[in-house]
């Protein structure tokens, strides 16, 4: 899981950024100071770091950040975390990500997402001897509940969504909400703007702190404010970037990281870069 690339490259993090500010692309060629023609070849894949720069300004990116990003020149560190269990299924054109974390003693194990198939998560139980207790959803955009009727079926768990998702398989509930399974303890945060019910889980009781995110945040990206753009980044902003910088991050799309990682390399939030 953590070989697998970043979600997004520049051209993705600068198009989710201008359609999120809703800046057309003559509008963000003046206030960048660029022709039409240099910015069209931007977000075509022609990569310039000069041009990076100027672009940052208008879409509130960080510019090393998005250098960075376009140069190919940062990656998360590789990490495990004993009790945490990451799947990757391919969907569509796309990988997305789910899991499963487990009280180390009492070997109860509580499923994030299903991914587009469950296959993987469901052999990874059987193999440590698990019992899945909870399935807790971050959202329910169809790749990361593809594979929800079968997962529930197998493990025989109630699943949990956030009450403004409105998604009759599972029993809807308030952000705020604490779970608890054997020596774990589940917050839940309230991470809206990708998905109208988007939930961060923050875990805590293994040797790590994990922040299951869903599509609310990538290494070194976002999820398209689809919603809202100016709300997923704030609701990011307070409950995510809140969290202490050791805090790994367990995105839907991409490669694990960290809290103090985003805060250094993820373009969407600058604030942390200056």
């Not at 310039?48 to 509130?60: E, F, H, S, T, W």
């Not at 079926?153 to 009759?168: D, G, L, M, N």
């Not at 889980?201 to 689809?226: E, I, K, N, P, Q």
Request: proline fraction near 4%; charged fraction near 20%; aromatic fraction near 8%.
């Amino acid at each position: 899981m953590n070989k697998i690339p970043l979600e997004d490259n520049f051209t993705d993090v600068v198009g989710k950024a201008q359609r999120g500010l809703a800046l057309s692309d003559a509008t963000l060629a003046q206030q960048a100071g660029l022709s039409a023609s240099q910015v069209a070849d931007f977000k075509e894949g022609t990569f310039d770091a000069a041009i990076a720069r100027k672009l940052a300004g208008p879409l509130n990116l960080g510019a090393e950040a998005l250098i960075a990003l376009g140069q190919n020149a940062w990656h998360p560190e590789p990490r495990e975390v004993p009790g945490l269990g990451c799947f990757n299924t391919n969907y569509q054109d796309m990988t997305v990500n789910s899991y499963v974390a487990f009280d180390l003693q009492s070997r109860q194990a509580v499923a994030f997402d299903t991914g587009a198939t469950a296959d993987s998560m469901l052999e990874f139980v059987r193999e440590n001897k698990l019992k899945i207790e909870l399935i807790l959803l971050t959202h329910t955009h169809a790749d990361h509940v593809a594979d929800l009727e079968r997962l529930q079926k197998a493990a025989s768990a109630p699943v949990f969504v956030s009450e403004r998702e409105q998604f009759a398989k599972a029993q809807p509930f308030a952000a705020g909400k604490t779970f608890h399974l054997g020596n774990l303890k589940i917050e839940s945060r309230q991470t809206s703007g990708h998905a109208r019910g988007g939930i961060t889980y923050v875990v805590s009781g293994l040797a790590s702190r994990l922040a299951v995110v869903g599509d609310a945040l990538f290494a070194g990206s976002m999820g398209g404010g689809a919603i809202s753009y100016e709300e997923a980044l704030r609701t990011n902003r307070q409950e995510i970037f809140s969290l202490p910088d050791d805090t790994i991050v367990c995105p839907g799309h991409g490669p694990l990281t960290t809290v103090g990682e985003q805060k250094k390399h993820n373009p969407f939030y600058p604030e942390f870069q200056k």
